[in-house]
Each structure stands twice: as C-alpha cells, then as structure tokens.
C-alpha cells in the first residue's frame, strides 16, 4: 500500500537557523511529490512540486527539497528560518493515475526568537 | 487570477442533518478535488470530479456526494452528519490529466457536529 511518513511530529527551531523536514514515501515507481504549508486555519500553500528532472528542486519563501530515489525521501530545508516560517507542513504523493493526494500526518514547525 | 474561494467559512450542525459545502475553482482549471482534515492529522482525499462527473473516490461511505457544474464550481453533500465528520474540508482545483496532482486549496469549511 502506499504510504506518505514525516517522521517529526513537531520540530522547534531557533530564528536565523536551518530547518530539514523529513519525507518518506513508499509507492512501487516515481510518485509526483509534493510540500505543502498550512498556517493556523488557513488552507494549504503549494511550496514546491517534483515531477521528473533535476533531483534539487526550488520552491516559494526560500523553501528547496531534494528527491532522492534510492531512500525513498523528498526532504524539504530552508538555510535561514524566519518567524514567519511558523506553521504546520506537509509532504504529499500523487501516486494513483487521477490526482489523488496522499498526504503525510503534517510536522509543525515553531519558530524561536 | 482568482484563487480557489469556499463557502461558507465555519458551519455547526446537529447529528443527522445534512450539509452542503460550496467551492469555487481557480480560474482557468477545470478539476476539483475534496479533502477532509480532521484535527491534527493530514488531509484525507474524498473524491475529485471533472467534466461534472467523479473521477476517484477514497475510503468515504456513500452519504459523503459531489457535484461539480458547467463553470467548473462544486459542492460536497453530506447526509446524515455523524460526530466524526467534524473537521475542516478542503477544496482544491487543478487542471485534468498529470496536472491534475498540482492542486491549489482554498482555505477551507470547518464543520463542526454536535
């Protein structure tokens, strides 16, 4: 069965610092992989997407992911967190052949001063 | 460009009635998909419609229904509401075929059932 896992349930991060969220997928070919960001009671914002290509993929605010085959994973980093970055994210797969969603369980991400 | 709309933002029903949420597409796509997310967790796939028809559906009994109209607008149906189905439903439109991963979300209905 397919399966989407993020690992960290939560991460606290110091402002300035880097940030890593891990991904893993389980799914039989190259899913279509997805992050997502979700800030308290608001919908999902589409960070970055990797469909095929170069395994380095840039996304919105500063946010890059790298896809590697041979682990199963699409971990998603930042170099420098801002107060901003304060919200819960998501790794998706896109894996059935009509655009469904598998989501993972979301980790939340809190910014210290 | 106008982005994915749903209305309304909250809604509180009682056990056993019934619900319909509104979404409407971002401009230019043509597909729309339903998620549930319940507090806590990640999204959960409902069902996905284009050409006014349902392409895919997930792990939801019959009394969760769509429909989607000629300008590409949606709405969920749910009968007989039961304490579980409080949570927050997630519209996302995207164009069809492999595009139709890359989906954009409005921000959401937050059911709650008493």
């Known amino acids: 069965a397919q399966s989407v896992t993020q690992p960290d349930i939560h991460i606290t991060v110091s402002e300035g610092a880097s940030l890593e969220l891990r991904c893993n997928y389980s799914?039989?070919?190259?899913?279509?992989l997805f992050w997502y960001v979700q800030s308290p009671g608001q919908g999902l914002q589409l960070l970055l997407k990797?469909?095929?290509?170069?395994?380095l993929v840039q996304g919105i605010k500063g946010f890059e992911a790298e896809f590697k085959r041979s682990q199963s994973s699409f971990n998603l980093r930042k170099p420098s967190v801002h107060w901003s970055d304060a919200a819960e994210y998501f790794c998706?797969?896109?894996?059935?052949?009509?655009?469904?969603?598998?989501f993972g369980a979301g980790t939340q991400v809190v910014v210290t001063p | 460009e106008t982005g994915v709309t749903q209305s309304p933002t909250h809604l509180i029903k009682t056990r056993g009635q019934q619900v319909t949420l509104r979404c409407s597409s971002q401009?230019?796509?043509?597909?729309v998909s339903w998620y549930q997310q319940a507090l806590g967790q990640g999204p959960q796939f409902i069902f996905q419609?284009?050409?006014?028809?349902?392409?895919g559906r997930g792990n939801f009994p019959p009394r969760f229904s769509g429909l989607q109209f000629p300008n590409y607008s949606s709405e969920l149906n749910v009968n007989a509401l039961e304490l579980d189905d409080s949570a927050l439903y997630l519209c996302?439109?995207?164009?069809?075929?492999?595009?139709?991963?890359?989906?954009?979300f409005g921000p959401g209905t937050r059911l709650t059932v008493t």
């Open positions: 996302a439109s995207s164009l069809a075929g492999s595009s139709s991963y890359e989906q954009y």
């Open positions: 990797y469909f095929s290509g170069d395994t």
């Open positions: 419609y284009y050409r006014e028809e349902e392409n």
């Open positions: 799914y039989g070919a190259t899913p279509y």
């Open positions: 401009s230019g796509h043509n597909t």
């Open positions: 998706a797969v896109g894996a059935d052949s009509w655009g469904k969603l598998q």
